[in-house]
Nanobody
Framework: VQLQAYGGGLVQAGGSLRLSCAAS????????VGWFRQAPGREREFVAA????????VYADSVKGRFTISTNNAKNTMYLQMNSLEADDTAVYYC???????????????WGRGTLVTVSS
């Protein structure tokens, strides 16, 4: 499956953005899907995932209550709705797909090119 993430940009603290990740080749329903992010000088970190198609969602504590991960199967697209953005959310965001759930990035087999989110304080 090929993934392409988009929707990043510059937003003020407290604002919102919605990231999208379009899949081609196979449908999302075949995979565990998730979002990760990497800030300058920091390791890539888990943000959110859907461990099983149609199942519950999982979030990092730092984004819980502010971010929402979802999929639109008809469009074969995954989303990350980000609300109440903070300066610490500034990072390159990556969408990923794999065959088993994990919060570790090396467990995912397919990655989209990152999209930069910059939150100004």
């Amino acid at each position: 499956v090929q993934l392409q993430a988009y929707g990043g940009g510059l937003v003020q603290a407290g604002g919102s953005l919605r990231l999208s990740c379009a899949a081609s080749g196979r449908t999302f329903s075949n995979y565990v899907v998730g979002w990760f992010r990497q800030a300058p000088g920091r390791e890539r970190e888990f943000v959110a995932a859907i461990p099983r198609f149609g199942g519950s969602t999982v979030y990092a504590d730092s984004v819980k209550g502010r971010f929402t991960i979802s999929t639109n199967n008809a469009k074969n697209t995954m989303y990350l709705q980000m609300n109440s953005l903070e300066a610490d959310d500034t990072a390159v965001y990556y969408c990923a797909a794999g065959f088993s759930y994990s919060e570790h990035s090396n467990n995912y087999d397919y990655w989209g090119r990152g999209t930069l989110v910059t939150v100004s304080s």
